[in-house]
């Protein structure tokens, strides 16, 4: 999309806001919103200022001086630089548009510990191969009327996943997720309901490079926005509920050769229809699993979900077809051989687990690790002679930091600041009271 392009959108649709944003460190949208004159005059070309204190706090927005240069430094201003071809109308926001913005340095240098900027420098890692990465975040979320200290009240009720009559009782919300998705780019294959009450599912068609982290990045604001609209809380938290289901990001993605245009991860000759190619790929994220984690499930929450026999893994290890891993070859082959990593929570900021699962797959593809043979007719749940996937937040983060090969794809800017912030959130955690202890142990003691 050109500059000429947004103008002309601007002009028919007739805009008076428009919304830069990005995805911070932590997982939070962040937006500046600059009327449309100052937006075409300055903004779409040059960029607007952004604090850089910002990318310092922590989900509770508290400062964490040590994930940046702290006081001593300044916290002085970045810049916020659009993305042309992420540019959009918001149909659900009065005469508003949105347009994601990488951050730069007032000397246009890109910032290392920005989250887009991440997986950038990964996908160039990848192009260095030859191939290209093509995928989507099969996402999970819940939406409740009522979701409080007080309760919960979902949308519907029971545990009826696909369940027509239940997905007619919800129709209308299921209309607009769909239809407000495509409005802003974003083509739903299937919308459904899930194993949880008041629990969704959306899986969207695979975009090429930065663009499969931008439209999951896109979709989760868009549901959160139009549900509230209607009273309703969206929420992508990975376990809102004790006992049911936890949500899931399944990521869906494969590479292809850029010279051929052919998919590098299907082999007609091989057994399992993969190539050698494949089977790296598949090791190295098998191989990095553990700090994956960090970054897939990255808040204390996510690890609620990661138990067994409960359709998503609890240990490191693939299949073909098979959900009890963590793992899934999905039976289609040829141009459409791909890979289900089953390891992200709905919770995480996609272009940081994207980063992650390309850049561990990246290292098995140029170490050519060797892969294990797949799960085949016995409980993936109960193999003995395999890893676990971490147990908290801490441990993953303690995984990834001595993870030298991800440490380095990633940037060590970056993982030091990401280290940062959430050692902070687990140590803020670890001081709260919760309501478990109380009820367990108030009268008993």
């Not at 599912?201 to 490079?209: D, K, M, R, Y």
Request: aromatic fraction near 10%.
């Amino acid at each position: 999309m050109t500059y000429e392009d947004i103008n002309q959108l601007i002009a028919d649709n007739d805009i008076e806001v428009i919304r830069v944003v990005f995805n911070d460190i932590t997982n939070v949208s962040r937006a500046r919103n600059i009327p449309v004159k100052h937006f075409q005059e300055t903004v779409m070309q040059k960029g607007v200022q952004y604090p850089s204190a910002m990318l310092s706090v922590d989900t509770s927005a508290n400062f964490v001086l040590a994930a940046g240069a702290g006081f001593a430094g300044g916290y002085g201003s970045w810049l916020l630089k659009i993305d042309p071809e992420t540019f959009r109308i918001i149909p659900w926001a009065k005469k508003s548009a949105r347009v994601i913005a990488d951050l730069y340095t007032l000397d246009e240098v890109p910032v290392p510990v920005a989250p887009r900027s991440v997986f950038q420098r990964v996908l160039q890692e990848l192009n260095k191969e030859g191939l290209a990465a093509y995928g989507a975040a099969e996402l999970e979320f819940y939406i409740f009327k009522q979701y409080d200290e007080h309760g919960f009240d979902p949308t519907w009720t029971g545990l009826q996943c696909y369940s027509e009559i239940k997905q007619g009782e919800i129709d209308e919300i299921l209309y607009q997720i769909v239809s407000g998705l495509a409005a802003v780019g974003i083509h739903v294959e299937a919308a459904n309901t899930e194993y949880g009450p008041g629990q969704f599912e959306v899986s969207i068609n695979p975009a090429w490079g930065i663009a499969q982290a931008d439209v999951a990045f896109t979709l989760k604001t868009a549901i959160k926005e139009m549900m509230a609209q209607q009273g309703l809380l969206a929420t992508f938290m990975t376990k809102p509920l004790t006992g049911l289901s936890g949500s899931g990001s399944h990521f869906h993605h494969s590479l292809y050769h850029k010279a051929t245009g052919q998919n590098a991860l299907f082999d007609p000759e091989d057994a399992y229809g993969l190539s050698d190619l494949a089977k790296h790929f598949i090791a190295g994220q098998l191989h990095h699993a553990k700090a994956i984690s960090a970054l897939a499930n990255p808040t204390i929450n996510s690890y609620h979900r990661l138990r067994p026999y409960t359709f998503a893994p609890s240990n490191v290890t693939w299949g073909l077809e098979n959900r009890m891993c963590m793992i899934r070859i999905p039976g289609a082959r040829g141009q459409g051989t791909h890979i289900e990593n089953r390891l992200p929570g709905a919770d995480n900021n996609p272009y940081l687990m994207m980063a992650a699962i390309y850049a561990a797959g990246l290292d098995g593809i140029r170490r050519q690790l060797p892969v294990p043979p797949p799960v085949e007719n016995e409980d993936a749940y109960a193999k003995s002679n395999v890893s676990s996937l971490p147990k908290s937040l801490g441990e993953a983060l303690e995984t990834l930091n001595q993870d030298e090969v991800l440490v380095n794809l990633l940037g060590p800017e970056f993982v030091q600041a990401f280290t940062a912030l959430k050692t902070h959130e687990i140590n803020r955690f670890t001081d709260h009271v919760s309501d478990w202890e109380v009820k367990e142990y108030r009268e008993l003691f």
